[in-house]
């Protein structure tokens, strides 16, 4: 019984093999990156896999990116972590006709694999496009339509590397500023560093660096004899944008009128103060009740663990509807946040997390209005 078990695992392997062989030549794997664009959401580029089978006469590309944006909960999907991307199959002239449109170059990397490999990657890719297989819960940061087929290379294909593709050091939050200030989104940049809590600033480890497109293209680049053909179509993409940084020159401007107002004694300036004051922290109130919703209510990893709760604090929400009624009572809670907000500009740049410098001038505004809500 033993022989025939023995025999049978022998002729099955063997008809594998022979099928790899025979199924693999045919096969011509590439690993498209594609330049980004100037929305948001493609504003870290793109990746695919295309497969070419000069037997079949089919030239199609795998895309791990694609999601409904008609949805009617997409934001609210989008937010709790609960939004589903797909894994979709298009010809190459239809998916490449998109960023030829949008003017976004395509760079192209035909991938040395052996035909078992081939084979592998066709079959796990035909496996992803059944039924429910297709969809997946999308984390910007460890599951994307990169970080997808960086998986599939690793695991049935030959990308191996040795040497960081980053600086020592480096984390997500490094990486995603890289391309939001390329892009000049400093708004943008603000807002994203709001949500990510501690979890971004984690060093990446080599296979965590891969999760944007240009670095695992430089990951299969960096892998030794990986990359059999290297070729880049030009479509024009745009160039790098620079300009001022507005959200540091805006609340900084912001804080410093405030700041100049509250030490007039006139009667208009003192109603001014106050309720800037009850705007100020009705509107950091509301910002930490967001954060600790991130944090727990959502599926994001990336949104735990939020140091921006130390200067948005959730109580600032009922301060603010005290400061207009009953002032009297909020004396010991700015006794409190003064020593918050001035322990956080003191610790400011030895955080776990890194927090964005145009909320310097925020800060120190609510530190400084709590200080001088303490005089009676």
């Known amino acids: 019984m033993r022989k025939i078990c023995g025999l049978f695992v022998f002729i099955f392997s063997l008809c594998t093999f022979s099928f790899a062989q025979n199924s693999g030549g045919r096969f011509r794997i590439s690993l498209l990156t594609c330049a980004p664009g100037d929305e948001l959401y493609s504003i870290f580029g793109h990746t695919a896999l295309r497969i070419t089978d000069s037997a079949a006469n089919s030239d199609l590309v795998y895309n791990y990116g694609t999601f409904n944006f008609d949805d009617p909960d997409f934001y609210s999907k989008f937010v709790r972590g609960k939004l589903d991307y797909s894994l979709s199959v298009a010809s190459f002239p239809d998916f490449i006709s998109e960023f030829q449109a949008t003017h976004r170059d395509v760079t192209e990397q035909v991938l040395n694999l052996s035909d078992i490999q081939r084979t592998a990657i066709s079959n796990a890719l035909r496996v992803n496009m059944e039924g429910s297989n297709r969809y997946y819960k999308y984390d910007f940061l460890r599951d994307n339509c990169t970080s997808r087929v960086r998986n599939l290379l690793l695991n049935y294909g030959n990308l191996h590397i040795t040497r960081p593709l980053v600086p020592a050091g480096t984390s997500y939050r490094n990486l995603i500023h890289e391309y939001l200030d390329r ?51 030009r479509f024009g993409s745009a160039p ?57 209510g959502t599926d994001h990893a990336s949104f735990k663990s939020n140091y921006n709760l130390f200067w948005a604090l959730p109580t600032n929400l009922p301060a603010a509807l005290l400061m207009l009624s009953r002032p009297a009572l909020l004396r010991k809670y700015f006794v409190v946040t003064s020593l918050v907000y001035g322990l956080l500009l003191i610790s400011w740049y030895w955080l776990p997390q890194q927090l964005n410098p145009a909320l310097v001038p925020l800060v120190l505004l609510l530190f400084l209005r709590s200080v001088q809500r303490l005089k009676p």
């Not at 600033?201 to 891969?210: H, V």
């Not at 540091?248 to 004694?265: K, W």
């Open 240 to 296: 790098e944008k620079k300009g001022w940084p507005w959200p540091l020159i805006t609340l900084s401007f912001a804080a410093a009128f405030i700041l100049i107002i509250s030490f007039s004694r006139n009667k208009k300036a003192v109603a001014f103060t106050r309720i800037a004051d009850t705007v100020l922290y009705l509107i950091t109130g509301l910002i930490g009740c967001l954060l600790l919703f991130t944090w727990f």
């Open 183 to 233: 892009s000049n989104m400093n708004w943008t940049k603000l807002g994203m560093d709001l949500l990510m809590g501690a979890p971004a600033d984690q060093p990446l480890s080599i296979r965590e660096s891969m999760f944007l497109p240009d670095y695992l293209m430089h990951g299969a680049d960096s892998s030794g004899g990986l990359v059999a053909e290297r070729q880049v179509m």
